[in-house]
T-cell receptor, first 111, second 114 residues
Framework: SQQGEEDPQALSIQEGENATMNCSYKTSINNLQWYRQNSGRGLVHLILIRSNEREKHSGRLRVTLDTSKKSSSLLITASRAADTASYFCATGNTNAGKSTFGDGTTLTVKP | GAVVSQHPSRVICKSGTSVKIECRSLDFQATTMFWYRQFPKQSLMLMATSNEGSKATYEQGVEKDKFLINHASLTLSTLTVTSAHPEDSSFYIC??????????FGPGTRLLVL
């Protein structure tokens, strides 16, 4: 079964608005990563947050991690049409170990 | 930055034939690579862990005789779909760790079995 579960499954917003996606997981983790996938393409690594970190920023991205609730959120601020994609969270348990993916959130940013 | 390539990007084959997909780490060595499968509008499902110089580790429910994995060098892993059938049609993606934490994915190979 999948470790991570994202919600919402689909999100549609206007350009300039913020988009928030959530990810929940079941077991202990060493890190959690967020990826973006454009339709029919491979995955692009966005950000990694370690289990001892609570928040991390990268450009317009802000990721939070709450290990007590086993959840993470990805916030994209001032969204752009180019942000339209599917976003996945993946949990990592050991160094260079395999990751398990959630079902993803499909984000549509309307111009 | 670290780059992982896959070849071919797209393949169409007849039912019963075998198809080989290559995954290469272009500017770094990867002792471990992963193979995923993704159906339309679904998430990635890990198929197997490819270990350089040793046998691959398959996830539960993945037939090792159906999906042959060879990791002959530190920069190349291959996935061979043997005796492909229409239900094997999917998007196959490989990944490799550049550092111990950051996983880089290939662009994927779309397989269509007629």
């Amino acid at each position: 079964s999948q470790q991570g579960e994202e919600d919402p499954q689909a999100l549609s917003i206007q350009e300039g608005e913020n988009a928030t996606m959530n990810c929940s997981y079941k077991t202990s983790i060493n890190n959690l990563q967020w990826y973006r996938q454009n339709s029919g393409r491979g995955l692009v690594h966005l950000i990694l947050i370690r289990s001892n970190e609570r928040e991390k920023h990268s450009g317009r991205l802000r990721v939070t991690l709450d290990t007590s609730k086993k959840s993470s959120s990805l916030l994209i601020t001032a969204s752009r049409a180019a942000d339209t994609a599917s976003y996945f969270c993946a949990t990592g348990n050991t160094n260079a170990g395999k990751s398990t993916f959630g079902d993803g959130t499909t984000l549509t940013v309307k111009p | 930055g670290a780059v992982v390539s896959q070849h071919p990007s797209r393949v169409i084959c007849k039912s019963g034939t075998s198809v080989k997909i290559e995954c290469r780490s272009l500017d770094f060595q990867a002792t471990t690579m992963f193979w995923y499968r993704q159906f339309p509008k679904q998430s990635l499902m890990l198929m197997a862990t490819s270990n350089e110089g040793s046998k691959a580790t398959y996830e539960q429910g993945v037939e090792k005789d159906k999906f042959l994995i060879n990791h002959a060098s530190l920069t190349l892993s291959t996935l061979t779909v043997t005796s492909a059938h229409p239900e094997d049609s999917s998007f196959y993606i490989c990944s490799a760790f550049h550092s111990m934490e950051t996983q880089y994915f290939g662009p994927g190979t779309r397989l269509l079995v007629l």
